[in-house]
């Protein structure tokens, strides 16, 4: 397998209800048909993330089934929604075992089995913020949790829950109302840290990769700003330095992914973390442009390499409608060729445009658009084969006085002494032209040929033009190249 992670995300309630629907028979993780692990490894994936798949809450399958607040949401992603189709949030976690619907643990590694054997490995989520109502540690280990007071409960009954052993908060973001399906529990818990560290090595055993819910919101001083004066004095050490340490130890090859917001990736990555989400440029791509898109990858390669690029996720509106036309393949061809790992919601490949809200068992159909799995076939195919000894180098685009589209053009490359990659993306919604300057000391004849590994197009430069003045793109709007050469 080659070193970059190609990750599919998958929302798995919903892919094997549909699996049923399609087969006619009583689909589990166990069961599901060869040719549809077939068709994830044949798109290009290496990597596939099995979303959801823990034992959901009974407590909370009711509460997102009378939360009335919702109801116009799921209409929005299910217009037929039924109370049937809110199975609880995959993130409202009763227990650690896979959920029987999927058919259990052993199910798991059956699926986990028929991925190795295609060369790929599986990620499964660990949420260490939060937990179900009805969880067992709410009533056997309370030290684990977010105390209130009674107070606490009277001014904020929406915040805050009772047992008999005592008031609890529910979990939360500190930017956003607390989540009523959920306790928040304790990170500054020694009691909880030692319950999450062997949650995490049970995890382990089970899967190649473990994704980290929110995982920005258990460093100190975040969880300090959260709850204030509720949990105390920060231990001497962070929560995953007690964690990720101790796991790899165990589990070297294990990888760990943490989803992460607010500039935080870096902090994460020292604690331990092999990858963290890349939310900033998200961001960029769907609000800005190419020009601070480009400042952006101006960082550390070393620092980038370690990051999840993705232009849509179980959290995120679908690509086709946040990124519209050729936009999306424009922002698909640069995450998927960046360092780093480059991640993909089941669906975005098939170019579906409605998102299912993450609550709902079940999603409108949609006719799949047979071009664009093509393309993405395509693309993460040719990715895979990017050498994975190659560096990355982002290149300077220059223009002319009276032509300063360049400004628009992303360009970058992969090389070995022997070989160059080049990417040249136009980020804009108008045709650009501009030079890409090569720091590239591979070139041994006069005259190169570039193949374009997308269009399949060649074309020929003197090399003596590109060393001076740098070699000419001219791209229509959001177009790209894929420039393969050997010099």
Not at 34 to 55: C, I, Q, R, S
Not at 272 to 287: A, N, V
Not at 382 to 401: D, F, M, S, Y
Not at 466 to 474: C, K, P, S, T, Y
Request: charged letters at 25%; aromatic letters at 12%.
């Amino acid at each position: 397998m080659n070193g970059k992670l190609l990750i599919a995300e998958i929302n798995t309630w919903v892919w094997i209800n549909e699996l049923r629907i399609k087969t006619g028979k009583p689909i589990s993780l166990d069961t599901v048909p060869p040719e549809e692990w077939d068709k994830l490894a044949g798109v290009g994936f290496n990597t596939v993330w099995l979303m959801g798949v823990w034992k959901r809450s009974p407590r909370g399958k009711k509460i997102s089934q009378e939360n009335t607040d919702l109801f116009e949401e799921y209409k929005k992603s299910l217009p037929d929604w039924k109370k049937e189709d809110l199975p609880g949030s995959p993130y409202c976690v009763k227990e650690y075992t896979v959920d029987e619907n999927l058919g259990g643990n052993p199910a798991l590694l059956a699926a986990r089995e028929a991925l190795a054997r295609r060369g790929m490995k599986l990620i499964l989520d660990f949420v260490p913020n939060h937990v179900a109502l009805d969880h067992r540690w709410i009533e056997k280990n309370p030290e684990f949790l977010v105390r209130g007071d009674d107070l606490d409960f009277i001014r904020n009954p929406h915040d805050y829950f009772k047992t008999k052993n005592g008031i609890f908060a529910n979990g939360r973001d500190p930017f956003f109302p607390p989540w009523q399906d959920v306790a928040q529990l304790n990170s500054f818990s020694q009691e909880y840290r030692q319950a999450a560290l062997d949650t995490v090595e049970l995890i382990s055993q089970l899967c190649d990769s473990v994704r980290c819910d929110m995982a920005m919101l258990m460093l100190n001083r975040v969880f300090s700003y959260t709850w204030q004066n509720r949990v105390g004095i920060a231990p001497a050490t962070e929560f995953w330095t007690d964690i990720i340490p101790v796991v790899k130890k165990k589990n070297p090859d294990l990888i760990f992914i943490a989803e992460a917001y607010w500039g935080l990736e870096w902090d994460l990555q020292q604690l331990g973390f092999d990858y963290c989400y890349d939310k900033r440029l998200y961001d960029r791509m769907t609000e800005e442009t190419a020009e601070t898109i480009r400042q952006h990858l101006a960082a550390d390669a070393s620092f980038q390499s370690h990051l999840v690029r993705f232009i849509e996720n179980h959290d995120e509106e679908r690509a086709a409608e946040r990124l519209p036309g050729l936009k999306s393949r424009a922002a698909a061809t640069l995450v998927s060729t960046l360092p780093g790992a480059a991640m993909f919601y089941e669906g975005q490949w098939e170019g579906r445009r409605c998102r299912n809200h993450v609550l709902l068992g079940r999603r409108q159909y949609e006719e799949i658009n047979r071009e664009q799995i093509a393309f993405y076939k395509t693309l993460l195919n040719t990715v895979q084969k990017i050498p994975t000894n190659a560096r990355w180098n982002l290149c300077e685009v220059t223009g002319w006085n009276d032509n300063l589209t360049c400004t628009n053009l992303i360009a970058y490359t992969w090389t070995t002494k022997s070989r160059i990659i080049l990417i040249v993306i136009n980020y804009s919604k108008s045709p650009a032209q501009g030079r890409v300057h090569l720091q590239w000391n591979g070139f041994i004849k006069p005259m190169i040929e570039f193949h374009d590994l997308m269009t399949k197009e060649k074309i020929r430069r003197d090399v003596a033009e590109i060393r001076e003045e740098g070699l000419f793109v001219d791209l229509p709007a959001w177009g790209y190249h894929y420039f393969s050469s050997s010099g």
